[in-house]
């Protein structure tokens, strides 16, 4: 008996071995917050890129004297280059030109989408407060995205990711599409 109690006094001021015991114990916790942190930047880098995006085709289409369906057409290609690295299948964009009459109705005068239908001509929109006055006319993005995180760790299901950008023309009052 009394080698029994020599061995766990021996056993009890014996140290060796702690530190594998703790990393063996904090490793997979520290790994999990790891894996964590870099799916949510993902995530966030995706929300950034699809505000970017709705910014970027709002601008460019807002900077022109008149359009063409093939310069929206291009215009929309921009906005997928924006968004990689991020796969771009589920990637829907749509441009439109609303006009505020002088009885304050916003009504499209032209729509074009890309993976998204477009908005049709004469239907009213509703616009955020003091975006434009009656008489003016404001080109409006819309963008949506919807995110799969690669990893599946933190954010098991998609995220839908959705932008509206409103600008007003820069060059011309209203910017017909021909």
Not at 44 to 53: G, N
Request: aromatic content about 8%; hydrophobic content about 40%.
């Amino acid at each position: 008996m009394s080698g029994f109690i020599k061995f766990l006094r021996r056993l009890r001021r014996d140290h060796r071995g702690v530190s594998a015991i703790e990393f063996a114990m904090l490793a997979p916790v520290l790994i999990a917050f790891y894996l964590g942190l870099a799916e949510m930047s993902q995530g966030l880098m995706a929300q950034r890129r699809v505000e970017h995006t709705a910014s970027a085709i709002c601008d460019l289409t807002a900077q022109a004297r008149s359009l063409k369906t093939a310069d929206l057409t291009d215009t929309f290609l921009v906005g997928k280059l924006i968004l990689s690295p991020f796969q771009t299948t589920t990637l829907s964009q749509r441009l439109s030109s609303v006009t505020v009459s002088s009885t304050g109705v916003a009504k499209v005068d032209w729509s074009q989408g890309s993976n998204m239908s477009a908005r049709g001509v004469g239907s009213t929109v509703s616009l955020p407060a003091n975006v434009v006055t009656n008489g003016q006319s404001v080109i409006m993005s819309e963008v949506s995205y919807v995110y799969t995180s690669p990893v599946n760790y933190i954010l098991k299901s998609p995220i839908t990711f959705t932008q509206t950008y409103y600008l007003r023309p820069r060059v011309v009052d209203q910017i017909p599409l021909s």
